[in-house]
């Protein structure tokens, strides 16, 4: 291409945006090294770039969201609120209430699988008696693989066991079950674990926040500094400027 | 978006938490207010999510999303059939303001927004609303040159001519005001 011939706006932008090929690339920058009309063009938008870059819209809560009756009528509307949710259904449940859940389901299976499998009621004193875990006869255990799973499966059908034999043979129960003692037990403990990570992380939030306020507003004042001292030349030349031209006007009525 | 398309609203809600904020921003600078811009943008989550059975996944789904909040800034601005006016204050307390925004921005993006952004919203609202369009989507949105012309319905050629023209208008109008000038970058 005629090293004459200024580029084209097409393939300024190309260049500016950093959209065109290598090829492109070097044949706009050869050009923009001989020709000051362009590299003025280019310094020219590239400050222009510069200032749009400060237009920031409002930081302001927005939170849209489909509403559950929206969702479901005809006449659906988005809400815009600040907060989300819309009942305690839609929040995820936490992960130990889903453990507990899991348990219990678990424990309810296994309550019914043994229902239906046991024999005489007096094979269940037999299981209760036996307090480290052990590893059941019941053929629910044979397929399980692991030892560990296995144990565990087996202390949890023992305290079922348990449970039923308390709560079909004794009118008033003596004392809390030991299943829901240990289920509080796992609740609060994984409750307190939740506790401390929440107060650490919020701990290191607030540290993260206080690094980066200090920060800016030492950038602040640096900006600050450096403006004021800008407007304050502007001012001394403009002044500079009116003085001398007053000193011609009256050369001139003289 | 699978779920999203058969009718879920959680998963809707997601994709709304992952593009309310571009598009409100793209609304912002669009409009020129905030208020304006925050019920383009519901309008926009809620037309998205009556057509979101018909959306087919040939385009990205944020191209359409853009695609469905230009056209109501553009009935918007057909309906106003005004120039969007700059809201910042002029004498807005920054310290003030910093405290009500929070941590999300610094003080001196508040600083140099308090500076730039009469004199830009001005110079912008002054452009024919494609060239506007075009520089809104490149400089803020990261577009390339071809999604902003699938969008505006254009040829290439047509938006590099409206960013071209529309940044020279903008340079000439904010260098007679002083902003330019002190911040021109020496050729490399």
Request: proline content about 5%.
């Amino acid at each position: 291409m005629n090293q004459n011939a200024h580029v084209d706006h097409e393939q300024l932008l190309s260049y500016l945006y950093g959209e065109c090929d290598p090829g492109e690339r070097a044949h706009v920058e050869s050009h923009l090294g001989g020709c000051s009309a362009c590299a003025e063009e280019v310094a020219g938008l590239t400050s222009m770039r510069q200032l749009l870059a400060g237009w920031a819209p409002p930081d302001v809560a927005l939170g849209f969201q489909i509403s559950r009756t929206a969702a479901t009528e005809a006449g659906s509307g988005v809400e815009g609120a600040p907060s989300r949710g819309n009942g305690w259904w839609t929040r995820p449940m936490p992960a130990w209430a889903q453990a507990a859940a899991a348990v219990l389901v678990f424990g309810a299976g296994l309550a019914i699988g043994t229902g239906r499998t046991a024999g005489a009621p007096a094979a269940a004193p037999q299981v209760v008696a036996a307090a480290p875990p052990v590893v059941s006869e019941s053929p629910l255990a044979a397929p399980v693989a692991d030892d560990r799973l296995a144990r565990e499966v087996a202390q949890l059908r023992t305290e079922l066991a348990s449970l039923r034999r308390v709560a079909a043979a004794a009118p008033v129960a003596a004392a809390n079950p030991p299943l829901l003692d240990q289920m509080r037990a796992m609740l609060e403990e994984s409750e307190q674990r939740q506790r401390v990570e929440f107060t650490a992380r919020s701990a290191q939030l607030a540290r993260d926040f206080e690094v980066r306020r200090r920060v800016d507003l030492d950038t602040v004042n640096q900006t600050i500094v450096r403006v004021q001292g800008q407007a304050g030349a502007e001012v001394r030349q403009q002044r500079q400027a009116i003085e001398g031209l007053a000193r011609a006007v009256s050369l001139g009525v003289r | 978006m699978t779920r999203s398309r058969g009718g879920d609203a959680d998963s809707f809600n997601q994709l709304i938490l992952r593009w309310e904020r571009p598009i409100f921003a793209l609304a912002y600078r669009v409009i020129g207010r905030e208020e304006d811009a925050r019920d383009v943008c519901q309008e926009t989550f809620l037309r998205a999510y009556r057509a979101l059975p018909g959306f087919k996944g040939e385009a990205k789904f944020s191209s359409w999303l853009y695609r469905i909040a230009l056209n109501l800034c553009r009935d918007w601005i057909r309906k106003q059939r005004r120039q969007p006016v700059s809201q910042l204050p002029e004498d807005a307390d920054i310290d003030e303001i910093a405290a009500s925004t929070g941590p999300v921005e610094s003080i001196e993006d508040l600083v140099a927004r308090r500076e730039l952004t009469a004199v830009v919203e001005e110079a912008m609202s002054r452009l024919p609303e494609e060239q506007r369009t075009a520089i809104i989507l490149k400089e803020y949105h990261g577009m390339t040159f071809q999604e902003i012309a699938d969008l505006q319905g254009c040829p290439l050629s047509t938006v590099k001519t409206r960013l071209y023209q529309g940044l020279s208008v903008l340079r000439r109008e904010l260098e007679q005001r002083g902003q330019a000038r002190s911040r021109m970058v020496k050729p490399a």
